[in-house]
């Protein structure tokens, strides 16, 4: 946790932005599943069906699951997102742009290997230009986008 006395900073975001799923959307999940099952069974792939009736079962148990409400609290020792804190010297660079419901997105370039963007969405709250400020004195802006595996989540609805 960051010393109370250096947040500048502090909202909650959902962890995902979470979409009501139809029932349709469920029918078709399961009816690609299936059909895959079956053309693995067919082509005697027996691993592939496995991995198939597992990745379906997981996205229908995850599509009904509520975001969680993540902490965010920035200082001038780094960013805290729920309870990982970034340093600034883990940070590259920071972009703040607006979302298709037009609300502003934190962007963050990490040092991770794996999804090294973070999309946090700021708080109507928070003034962006204040944000934005402040969070030039300890890392760079370049624009970004958000990253692949987001956008592709996104337009498949989940």
Do not use: C
Not at 29 to 34: F, M, R, T
Not at 36 to 46: D, F, K, R
Not at 134 to 149: A, G, H, W
């Amino acid at each position: 946790m960051l010393h109370n006395e250096t947040i500048a900073f502090a909202w909650s975001t959902p962890e995902y932005e979470f979409k009501q799923k139809r029932k349709d959307w469920y029918w078709i999940v399961g009816a690609v599943a299936v059909g895959l099952i079956i053309l693995a069974i067919i082509l005697q792939n027996y691993l592939f069906a496995f991995l198939i009736a597992i990745a379906a079962f997981l996205m229908i148990t995850l599509a009904a699951k509520e975001p969680l409400s993540l902490p965010i609290e920035i200082s001038e020792h780094g960013i805290q997102v729920y309870k990982e804190t970034y340093t600034y010297d883990s940070l590259f660079n920071f972009w703040i742009t607006y979302d298709k419901n037009n609300e502003p997105i934190l962007l963050l370039l990490t040092d991770r290997r794996i999804s090294p963007i973070i999309s946090l969405t700021i708080d109507e709250d928070i003034d962006v230009m204040e944000l934005r400020e402040y969070l030039l004195n300890f890392i760079d802006e370049q624009e970004m986008k958000e990253s692949l595996t987001d956008r592709i989540i996104d337009k498949i609805g989940f």
